[in-house]
């Protein structure tokens, strides 16, 4: 494949952020086969934003030639209190459920490793965590933290400081070329880059993707005063706040019953989570139309070719919200109907989810 093109699909959204293009440039020009990373902590039910999301990336990925893992960060959900923080019962779920859910989204294990973390811990991976450690000050770990979903400043178990450091030395146990999340864990792989230079590891390239903004209304979180801007806006899709997510085996019914609750004010863009699922799911692909179906009282069935088409629509009041929320709902039932029925043939998976995540 031609070398601009693979550059292309790695950077293509979600993708927000190359560390750095010109590394990535280099990569693909010295390695036919480079190795990436996703890591997640096994901590609930798959939705859009952690699910498909990936998906839509890791399948770039796998066109550009890259060979993609899907980590399974068993340690770091125990450290996190994450499933009740019942080590065996996080590994049982990784291995049944969360490995399904990727799979039914497209991601078979032929194409993808998933990869237990605690398997590959030998003596030289806890020798590269001190070592880390004592590269790293104790305040620059605080501020790694927010990895977690913590703020800098809350109160967790000692346990927690040695998260960063074992994320960056998963990624130097891998060998990885590439390592790949959502903007929310851009620190730590800032730090794993500027300690892979002390500790003469290799220094990845970090493709960081948007994260999808959940269903309710998000707010910012707050103002930096140093940099004179408004912090980035609160409110991604997360399952731990189920109003604010579809997951990937939701029925038409409920999908359609948490669109239609979904906050989407009439004339408005930013912040607007339906119109981003639009314009990060539903319309990513070029040339891929929203349908839009309504009586002809309201201005009859309509066929958007492309986001921009949509967003001016919508922006002028052209489009009603009920209507970009019953046309989302159907294409994004059609989108899910694979992993439904993957699911529906093995309600066993479903049922371990849901006993794990009482405890959670």
Known sequence: MDLERKIELVSRPPTEEVLTKDELRSLFETNDRPRHYIGFEISGKIHVGSGVMTALKIKDFLEAGVKPTIFLADFHTWINNKLGGDLEKIREVARGYFTAGFVSLGLPEDKVDYVLA????????????????????????????????????????????????????????????????????RKVHVLAREVAEKLGKKKPVAVHAHLLQGLQQASRMGYDV???????????????????????????????????????????????????????VLMREE?????????????????????????KAYSEGALHPMDLKGAAARELSALLAPCREYFAKRPELIAQINEASVTR
Request: charged fraction near 30%; hydrophobic fraction near 35%.
């Open 226 to 280: 140093d940099a004179r801007k408004d912090l980035e806006i609160s409110g991604k899709m997360s399952k731990s706040k189920p109003g604010s997510c579809i997951y990937i085996h939701d029925s038409v019914e409920e999908i359609s019953g948490k669109l239609k609750d979904a906050y989407c004010p009439p004339k408005t863009i930013e912040g607007n989570p339906v119109m981003e699922l639009c314009e990060y």
């Open 118 to 185: 605690s398997e590959l811990y030998d003596l030289g991976y806890w020798s590269d965590v001190i070592r880390i450690s004592k590269a790293t000050t104790l305040a620059r770990m605080q501020r790694c933290m927010v990895i977690m979903g913590r703020t800098e400043g809350e109160a967790v178990e000692s346990a927690s400081m040695l998260y960063p450091a074992m994320q960056a030395a998963d990624v130097f146990r891998q060998d990885l070329d590439i390592v790949h999340a959502g903007m929310d864990q």
């Open 287 to 311: 040339g891929k139309p929203l349908a839009v179906e309504r009586p002809a009282k309201f201005g009859g069935n309509a066929e958007f070719g492309s986001i921009a088409e949509l967003k």
